[in-house]
């Protein structure tokens, strides 16, 4: 990039950030003066959205105790979004990472994982219609697998979860709701975008009396892009999925429902990147493809026995797979295979009891059992899990509602673990509410960190070890074999891991100015003990490190986070968010505090005590995130749109300094500004958009590799409703 180019793209950027404030302000005072149609509509309707996720139970969102953000399957349409971290990244608190996620060969990217109140995205846990997404990376899912071209809406729960659904909600819950036949229809879209980016989606649904069917199909497909051509193969290589879903519903009597859904997702990526050979030091090029499949079934009986007792039993079982089989371009010998299989079986009971008005139970209990196959460990393994929980839902007077939870998880690859939960719910007058919630959560060490067993050979020929893999001894016996060089002082540290603990606060206030502005502070605190990381303990002969696990440090998130809407017309809504988050490891604090840890001035080269100012707390974490959206809608003509800003401060990377802390300016990366526009018109049953994301082309091939700057798109839907009112 030019530097006149570059000059002219920070320039944009200043006058945009002056010039939105600006034009929200003007919106804001021409909407007192001029606005003259009724919003009380749009206030209702949100108010009275109905949301499972925070209690596993249905809830007004007016009622819910804990933090829940809602996105409407309106606002997807609108936002132009097609696959699940589109819209994930708009969403105040949420920020998508790929870091740690970087593919077993180092030759691409699996996707982004989702931070919530900046706790890592190991902790977050993936449902659709309440069932668990598989196939984590690195720690992460990869919501790139996910299309919203048949999403009802997304429930987002903030917070520690694991007294309702277990380990990997130590953090929050992302529950993707998708949409369910309730007429007749024939729905297809199709759009297309920069770099050959193809989604084109088909719904086709009957209705009946007592059953409904509908099938979704949905293609994605990029020919990737490339930030240096000078690099052989891509910066993200080229690839093509499907995704196809099947629900069923019958309702034999007016009592009982019968449900059967089943999700497959196909996935084929085309590997091409360059490495150098181990044993000459020489630049190789390797090509190959992966493969993912990810499918799922989930059969549901649904009995209501009484106005009191309502039960629910479901099952469900979930196969991901992930293959790559890489070899050399010049003579097509084998360079590289990994092979990963996880299946997940679930049967779970919940009964809803009535016990009197005013008071609501919740009970239940399940088993689950894991399987994993896998090049990168020594066998075969399994785990099964048992659990129960209840929860009470009492409102004790009209405006205050207390909630109780509590789960136990016995697991067989660890130790069991109770997860207490306690909220408040406080509508003070008809203006003001106040919701108070406390949990602990918990994340035992899950496969990878107790039996990896893994021998990269495509990138340096490190290896990995669970925590349960590796001993000193083992390593002293490879050390005698000549297989290892050197073992370091952390190895004799070696030991089996301990859960993750988090005890998670927040409390908000949200205020009901009028019918047409909102607002609502959330104050959250996260503290962390025995959190997982991994560490080198030694190096082979070749000078490739060898890393395990380790329970090394506590540590903490919190932070405020402010949203507010604003219904300036009937026909404009705007919306805003901003967080502000502090991060850190205690025993980095402890450190600092007691002056034990220096830095380097970039300049002079002279070394000072690193005061607790300069320590930017954990990786990956922005001080300040927010978004301003204004959308647009008027029914009546078909037009619809909308323009998004997003802002990201700096975040520190890595430790390049070795003084194990970031503090230095060249680790950071720099934040950035992103503006995404979006315009609709409908024409009787065709929907035609037009949109750009990222119209300011920010960039940042090192650290965010997946982002490919300037996104332009077109996209066209055709509907086929039974009839007018549909």
């Not at 000078?230 to 196809?244: E, L, R, W």
């Not at 393994?381 to 929860?391: E, S, T």
């Not at 967080?579 to 034990?596: F, H, N, S």
């Amino acid at each position: 990039m030019s530097v006149r180019y570059q000059l002219c793209i920070d320039l944009a950027i200043r006058i945009m950030k002056r010039t939105i404030l600006s034009t929200a302000l003007i919106l804001l005072y021409n909407s007192f003066l001029f606005a003259q149609e009724d919003s009380s509509f749009f206030r209702e309707k949100e108010m009275n959205e109905i949301v499972i996720t925070a209690t596993r139970t249905e809830r007004k969102l007016s009622n819910v105790a804990v933090p829940v953000q809602l996105i409407s399957n309106k606002t997807i349409q609108q936002s132009g979004s097609v696959r699940l971290n589109d819209i994930l990244q708009e969403q105040t608190g949420l920020y998508l990472t790929s870091g740690g996620a970087t593919s077993s060969a180092g030759g691409g990217v699996f996707g982004n994982g989702v931070q919530i109140q900046g706790l890592s995205p190991d902790y977050t846990l993936i449902l659709v219609d309440g069932e668990p997404i598989i196939g984590r990376q690195g720690g992460v899912i990869d919501l790139t697998r996910i299309t919203v071209g048949n999403i009802r809406k997304v429930e987002i729960v903030k917070g520690p979860s694991s007294s309702l659904y277990g380990s990997e909600a130590m953090g929050g819950v992302i529950n993707i709701i998708t949409d369910q036949p309730k007429h007749n229809q024939l729905l297809t879209s199709l759009r297309y975008g920069r770099f050959n980016a193809l989604d084109a989606n088909l719904t086709a649904s009957l209705h009946h009396e007592k059953w409904a069917l509908q099938v979704f199909g949905n293609r994605n497909s990029s020919q990737g892009f490339d930030f240096d051509k000078d690099i052989y193969g891509k910066t993200v290589d080229p690839f093509q999925n499907y995704t196809t879903q099947l629900r069923f519903n019958y309702k034999p009597t007016a009592s009982t429902k019968i449900s059967l859904s089943g999700r497959y997702f196909n996935e084929i990526q085309t590997n091409r990147f360059a490495t150098s050979d181990l044993n000459t030091g020489q630049e190789v090029h390797i090509d190959g493809d992966g493969r993912i499949r990810d499918m799922n079934i989930n059969p549901v009986l649904t009995q209501r026995f009484s106005d009191k007792v309502n039960s629910s039993l479901r099952f469900y079982f979930s196969r991901y797979e992930y293959e790559q089989n890489l070899v050399r371009q010049t003579d097509k010998t084998g360079y590289y295979y990994d092979f990963f299989q996880q299946d997940f079986y679930r049967a779970e009971n919940q009964t809803d009891i009535r016990l009197q008005a005013n008071n609501y139970l919740s009970i239940g209990g399940g088993l689950v059992q894991e399987k994993l196959n896998t090049t990168r460990y020594s066998v075969k393994r399994a785990n099964d899990i048992q659990y129960v929980f209840l929860q009470d839902e009492w409102r004790v007077l009209d405006n205050l509602t207390l909630i109780g939870g509590l789960r136990y998880d016995a697991n067989s690859a660890y130790q069991s673990r109770m997860s207490p939960k306690l909220a408040l719910h406080w509508k003070v007058n008809d203006k003001l509410t106040v919701n108070s919630s406390y949990g602990a959560g918990f994340k035992a060490p899950d496969f990878r960190q107790l039996f990896l067993n893994f021998l990269n050979t495509a990138a340096g020929g490190y290896v990995v070890y669970g925590a349960n893999e590796i001993t000193i001894s083992t390593l002293e016996e490879q050390q005698q074999q000549g297989v290892i060089k050197e073992i370091l002082p952390r190895a004799y540290q070696l030991a089996l891991l301990k859960p993750e603990i988090s005890k998670g606060f927040n409390t908000g206030i949200k205020y009901e100015f009028n019918d047409r502005l909102n607002l609502a502070l959330n104050l959250f605190r996260n503290d962390i003990e025995n959190l997982i990381q991994n560490d080198i303990i030694a190096y082979r002969a070749n000078n490739a490190p060898v890393y395990s696990y380790f329970n090394v440090s506590r540590a903490y998130t919190e932070g405020a986070e402010l949203q507010g809407q604003y219904q300036l017309t009937g026909k404009i809504q705007l919306q805003g968010g901003y967080q502000y988050l502090i991060t850190a490891d205690k025993d980095d604090l402890k450190r600092i505090k007691a002056g034990t840890v220096y830095t380097r001035n970039e300049q002079t080269g002279y070394s000072t005590t690193l005061l607790r100012k300069d320590y930017a707390g954990l990786p990956n974490r922005s001080k300040h995130m927010a978004n301003l959206k204004l959308f647009y809608y008027n029914d009546k003509k078909g037009w619809s749109g909308s323009v998004r800003t997003l802002y990201r401060s700096r975040w520190g990377t890595y430790d390049k300094e070795g003084n194990g802390v970031i503090n230095r300016s060249d680790e950071f990366a720099k934040g950035f500004l992103q503006f995404n526009i979006a315009a609709t018109k409908e024409i009787r049953s065709f929907r035609f958009q037009v949109g750009v994301d990222n119209l300011l082309n920010y960039r940042d091939p090192s650290n965010l590799p997946g982002m490919p700057g300037i996104q332009p798109y077109l996209s066209v839907s055709y509907s086929i409703p039974k009839n007018k009112n549909q």
